[in-house]
């Protein structure tokens, strides 16, 4: 038994099981990313976007049947997009422009989503689960090459590296132009925004329509890639650990990213461990994710960073 268990801890860093951990962690992690970048877009002008799993999943399902029926991966990336913006206009109406509690509100959306897509796909395909077929992936010739990391990193759907090539894009947004500025002062000082004399109900609502479509992008990615199928309640919970990677991630897109392939190991780890041939309770696995949530709020927690202003609604003249 021992030289079993020996065995079997030695196959876990072999080459086949540390390839098949970063490539389910990029996996699994990528919708995690899309989201968790939208939600950091939103929390900096003051929004908290609780609808994140509810956008997520009429992405996932819109951008699905966009692939089915028109056999299409980039018209399927768009109909999901436009699937979370759907549910992220009525956070902008209910809470941006009206001024309604955005907990309420964003958990409406969830349970909104969750609702309306378990019905549509029961009527549109019954019983059934159809399955799209394998995603085309783009490779980058030599890097591709390199072992266990190469494989895995490097031969990707193209929105993968359009997700990565958009985190650079946020980072100089942020630190270099009006509209990171902006966005920084509609959630840290509002009153200080609408005296310069931009919009903060303007800023706010194109925040959270931006919000709305990385997460339907990332719902999208999640039915066509990481899934090939569309099935009710599909993100089990990874809008929520898309909010608490945007909360650690201080606003800081580079981490956004590290935390989502980290969380994505988390949700992928049961393959790599058959593959090392470890037993261990399918119960236990689907904690890991949430136990790795609690485990980072209690060392990060303190250092996570909130802008003064998010959740509380503006009204132009008032202190």
Same mark, same amino acid.
């Given at each position: 038994?021992?030289?079993?268990?020996?065995?079997? $801890?030695?196959?876990?860093?072999?080459?086949?099981?540390?390839?098949?951990?970063?490539?389910?962690?990029?996996?699994?992690?990528?919708?995690?990313?899309?989201?968790?970048?939208?939600?950091?877009?939103?929390?900096?002008?003051?929004?908290?976007?609780?609808?994140?799993?509810?956008?997520?999943?009429?992405?996932? %399902?819109?951008?699905?049947?966009?692939?089915?029926?028109?056999?299409?991966?980039?018209?399927?990336?768009?109909?999901?997009?436009?699937?979370?913006?759907?549910?992220?206009?009525?956070?902008?109406?209910?809470?941006?422009?009206?001024?309604?509690?955005?907990?309420?509100?964003?958990?409406?959306?969830?349970?909104?989503?969750?609702?309306?897509?378990?019905?549509?796909?029961?009527?549109?395909?019954?019983?059934?689960?159809?399955?799209?077929?394998?995603?085309?992936?783009?490779?980058?010739?030599?890097?591709?090459?390199?072992?266990?990391?190469?494989?895995?990193?490097?031969?990707?759907?193209?929105?993968? %590296?359009?997700?990565?090539?958009?985190?650079?894009?946020?980072?100089?947004?942020?630190?270099?132009?009006?509209?990171?500025?902006?966005?920084?002062?509609?959630?840290?000082?509002?009153?200080?925004?609408?005296?310069?004399?931009?919009?903060?109900?303007?800023?706010?609502?194109?925040?959270?329509?931006?919000?709305?479509?990385?997460?339907?992008?990332?719902?999208?990615?999640?039915?066509?890639?990481?899934?090939?199928?569309?099935?009710?309640?599909?993100?089990?919970?990874?809008?929520?650990?898309?909010?608490?990677?945007?909360?650690? $991630?201080?606003?800081?897109?580079?981490?956004?990213?590290?935390?989502?392939?980290?969380?994505?190991?988390?949700?992928?780890?049961?393959?790599?461990?058959?593959?090392?041939?470890?037993?261990?309770?399918?119960?236990?696995?689907?904690?890991?994710?949430?136990? $790795?949530?609690?485990?980072?709020?209690?060392?990060?927690?303190?250092?996570?960073?909130?802008?003064?202003?998010?959740?509380?609604?503006?009204?132009?003249?008032?202190?």
């Amino acid at each position: 038994m021992i030289v079993l268990q020996f065995a079997a $801890a030695s196959n876990i860093f072999s080459k086949a099981v540390l390839t098949s951990l970063i490539a389910g962690g990029l996996l699994a992690g990528i919708p995690l990313m899309f989201t968790a970048l939208g939600e950091t877009i939103s929390e900096r002008a003051g929004v908290l976007n609780l609808g994140l799993e509810g956008m997520m999943l009429l992405g996932a %399902y819109i951008g699905f049947v966009g692939v089915y029926y028109l056999h299409s991966e980039a018209v399927g990336y768009l109909f999901g997009m436009l699937g979370g913006m759907m549910g992220a206009s009525l956070m902008v109406v209910l809470c941006v422009w009206l001024g309604l509690d955005q907990i309420v509100v964003g958990i409406a959306i969830t349970l909104a989503g969750e609702g309306i897509t378990s019905v549509l796909q029961g009527a549109q395909f019954g019983t059934s689960y159809p399955r799209l077929g394998a995603p085309s992936t783009v490779s980058i010739p030599l890097l591709d090459k390199i072992p266990i990391i190469g494989p895995s990193l490097f031969t990707q759907p193209l929105v993968v %590296y359009l997700g990565f090539a958009l985190a650079g894009f946020l980072v100089w947004m942020f630190r270099s132009t009006n509209v990171g500025l902006n966005l920084r002062a509609a959630g840290e000082k509002p009153e200080a925004l609408d005296a310069a004399g931009v919009s903060v109900v303007a800023t706010r609502s194109w925040a959270a329509l931006s919000t709305g479509a990385l997460a339907g992008l990332g719902g999208a990615y999640l039915a066509i890639v990481s899934a090939g199928v569309f099935t009710p309640f599909m993100t089990q919970g990874q809008g929520f650990m898309a909010i608490v990677i945007a909360m650690l $991630a201080r606003g800081k897109p580079v981490w956004v990213v590290l935390g989502s392939f980290l969380f994505g190991i988390c949700l992928s780890i049961a393959t790599a461990l058959q593959l090392a041939g470890v037993n261990v309770s399918t119960d236990l696995v689907n904690m890991l994710p949430f136990i $790795a949530i609690i485990v980072s709020l209690i060392i990060f927690g303190r250092r996570s960073y909130l802008p003064p202003a998010l959740c509380i609604p503006y009204v132009r003249g008032a202190r």
